[in-house]
């Protein structure tokens, strides 16, 4: 059952499908709007760790177990195929998720044999 009222964020209404990082702290909901930011601490009936784990929450959405906060490009996928239906689309923040970059050209260096103390050393 999607939101009823586009204008606010009633997400404390719903079950919610949430995330925490590796160290244990759960991942809040941010929404922003012309200028105004919301920021809420679901609860719901399922968490999972951020990672391979996110795939968990997917599942559980798709099957209507709740609603789910996750980056859009992870959703994408299946928002296109039908599968999810976006929610409160004019809050949503326009970040398309972390990603590692370097500039083009750049050799990353060797990591030190400090780094490689108690690891495969994998140099030919």
Same mark, same amino acid.
């Given at each position: 059952?999607?939101?009823?009222?586009?204008?606010? /964020?009633?997400v404390?209404?719903? &079950?919610c499908?949430r995330?925490?990082?590796?160290?244990?702290? @759960?991942?809040?909901?941010?929404?922003?709007?012309d200028?105004? !930011?919301?920021?809420?601490?679901?609860?719901?009936?399922?968490?999972? !760790?951020?990672?391979?784990?996110?795939?968990?929450?997917? &599942?559980?959405?798709?099957?209507?177990?709740?609603? @789910?906060?996750l980056?859009?490009?992870?959703?994408?996928?299946? @928002?296109e195929?039908?599968e999810?239906?976006?929610?409160?689309?004019?809050?949503?923040? #326009?970040?398309?998720?972390?990603?590692?970059?370097?500039? &083009?050209?750049? !050799?990353? /260096? #060797?990591?030190?044999?400090?780094m490689?103390?108690?690891?495969?050393?994998?140099? !030919?």
């Amino acid at each position: 059952m999607p939101c009823s009222n586009e204008n606010e /964020p009633e997400v404390l209404l719903y &079950a919610c499908l949430r995330l925490r990082f590796a160290g244990g702290a @759960l991942v809040a909901w941010e929404f922003e709007r012309d200028g105004e !930011t919301v920021e809420v601490e679901p609860t719901g009936p399922l968490v999972a !760790t951020l990672g391979n784990a996110a795939d968990v929450l997917v &599942a559980a959405a798709i099957a209507g177990k709740g609603i @789910l906060y996750l980056f859009e490009d992870w959703l994408q996928p299946h @928002l296109e195929s039908g599968e999810l239906e976006p929610l409160l689309e004019r809050w949503w923040l #326009r970040f398309s998720g972390p990603f590692s970059t370097t500039r &083009a050209a750049v !050799t990353c /260096p #060797r990591p030190s044999p400090e780094m490689n103390a108690g690891r495969l050393d994998t140099r !030919t």
